[in-house]
Structure formats: C-alpha cells, structure tokens
C-alpha cells in the first residue's frame, strides 16, 4: 500500500519494516515472539506460496513474505 512507504533496505541489519510498527517486532525479535498469532497490518497479506492470509497461526510453521494482493481484472460500469 502506498501508504506505507515501504522501500528496500540493502544494507545488514537493517529492518526493512521499521516504519510499520505492527510488524518490524516480528523481524526484530523472532525467536522471543511465540504467544501472539501474527496479524497482517490493514490491506496486507502474508503471501505464502499460492495462498495468501490476513493472519497466521501462532504455531505456523512456513516461509511466508508480507505484500500486496493486486487483482487482475476490472469491472467495466453498466
């Protein structure tokens, strides 16, 4: 979502989430955030593989990226 202004970050250890506190906790601090399930932020998806989730389980267990859903298609007016 534009805005966000998520941008990429090259450098080593930089948190490419800084600026979206609800989640930059999760890139930070993995191993020590185990009792909450991870939620995406409003109008983001965790895209894993060919699904895509507005929350994930506290126990899940996959490589997952957080991103964007842009759909393909259009309505044209009547």
Do not use: V
């Not at 930089?14 to 991870?38: A, G, Q, V």
Request: include cysteine; proline fraction near 8%; glycine fraction near 8%.
């Amino acid at each position: 979502r534009e805005g966000y202004g998520l941008h990429e970050c090259a450098g080593k250890g930089i948190n490419p989430f800084w600026e979206m506190r609800e989640i930059s906790k999760y890139w930070d601090f993995p191993m020590t955030i185990s009792d909450i399930s991870l939620e995406a932020p409003e109008n983001l998806f965790w895209i894993c593989g060919n699904i895509a989730y507005t929350k994930l389980p506290q126990d899940w267990t996959s490589s997952c990226t957080i991103g964007i859903i842009k759909p393909s298609f259009f309505l044209l007016p009547k």
